[in-house]
Structures are given as C-alpha cells and as structure tokens.
C-alpha cells in the first residue's frame, strides 16, 4: 500500500506541474471549445478519459516498478515541443501554436504515467491515455480540409437519395438543384459537430463493448461514411418537407436543432452494429471454449 501511495503522490505532483506549466494551452483549448461550435467534442474528452482510467486503475495499480527511464524520454520530448512552440510562436499561427502546446501537455501527461507505473502497467491502459490526444483541436487549415470532405461527401449522400427518391437533380459541386430549390451544403452544413461527437462516441463504446482490435479499427472507420449518410439523409428530410409539405421546413426548428434527431439515429445504428460484432466475439469465445473442453472435436 506505501508503494502504491508513493506512486500516486508523484503522479499527483508532477500533473499539477505540468498543468501549472501548460496552462495557457490547456485555458486556450478549453475557452477554443466553449466559443466554437466545430470543437465542442473536446470539452467531453477528458471526463470521459478520467472515468476510462478509474475503470482501468487496477492495471495500474498493479505496477510494480518505475520506469523514470522511458518516461523522462516522452517528457524531455513533450518538453522540447513545448519549448519549440514557445520560441517560435511569433511565427506560428495561433491555432498552430495551441495545437502544439496542447499536444505537448498531453504527451507529457503520457510521460509521468509511464515514469510512475511503467510500460506494461500504461500499455493494460493504454487506450484511456492515448484517449487524452482527442483532447488536441485540429488546426484551422486541417479543420477545414475535413469540413470540406464532410461537405463534398454530404452533397453525393444527398444526390443518391434524391436519385433513390426518383427526384430529378443536378449537381455541381456543392450545389444540388432540384425542382423549386437549390441547395447548397455549406460549411456549416457540414455535420462537423456531430460527426465529431459520434466519433468520440464510438471510440468510447467500441473500447468498452469489444475486445478484437480489428474489430474497433472497423466500427471506428465506419463512423466516416455513416456521418456523411446521417448528414445527406438530414438535407434530404429537410429539402423534401420543405418543397412538398411546408416551405417553413426550410428555415424552422427541424432545420436549425433538427440535428441531434438524425445524431441518435446514426448512434443507433452504431449501437447495433457494434452489438451485432459483440455476439460474434461471443460466439467465437463460446466455439474456443468448447474446443478446448473436448479436444476429441478439434481432431
């Protein structure tokens, strides 16, 4: 128990230095999220790691060594970033410079979780640390090369199911034309909020409900094309009541707050898909089980 004590007390120590040392990045990130709606993710980031953490404290816990060795490398490296950052700041753009700062910090959080429970006991909890990097906002000029692909991808999603419903359309670009209306999906069309936040979201449930690694890998990639059919299907919605049924579609509350509907809809659909791979890891489970009980079966 002294052990174990000693560990969480230099942990606690060098955190709040790190905190005490990076905190205009960790404000800046944090003010960044609460103002702008495209980084709204980042403020459920870390609740969501420290609960992942408690829920994986027995791993380490169950340190049994420091490693003052691997992690004084991850803290010398997150320590030069941040002071590279810091001298060259003038230069940098300042979503650049934040991007940088706040990366550091994260890494150097990585660092003494490592320097005071070691490689093996971090690698059990690995995904609840490497988690804290969502933490990181995008740069300006990467956060518009996704809301563009969103936009781009919501626009084709859009025309299938305008082709689907036998709605004749054109399209050029991100404009869609259709019989009383020209829609264009714009920047802030593009979903990036919610796609964001289904992102986090998946990552966070395939890390609890599955075990495969190939298995998450696909779950998460499948968040991609499911963001961009969850926004066409809301464009689509919208377009079709508001030209059919009622033009007031066009500008009211479904257009405006409409978003979180279509959010659950395309969360439900993750929860089914990652249930549907959880029986399957099951069923594999249960088959190794009975193998292994009748060897006879396997010969």
Known sequence: MIRVDRRLACLTLLLAASVLLGWRSLAGTFVLSWYNVDYTHILIV????LALILLDQKELLAARKW?????SIILASAAAIAICTRFWSASLPRDEALSLGTFALVLSWIGISVACFGLKSCGRALFPLLFLFALVPLPKLALDAVIAFLQQGSAWSTHVLYAIAGV????QGNQLTIPGLIVRVAQECSSIRSSSMLAITTLVMAHLLLHSPWRKIFIFLLVIPLSIAKNGLRIFTITILGTRVDPGYLTGRLHRQGGILF???ALVAIFGILQYLRRGENSIKELHSELMQNPAVSS
């Open 46 to 49: 870390l609740p969501l790691s």
């Open 67 to 71: 490693n003052f060795g691997v992690g």
């Open 168 to 171: 004749p359309v054109i399209q």
């Open 263 to 265: 959010f659950i809809v």
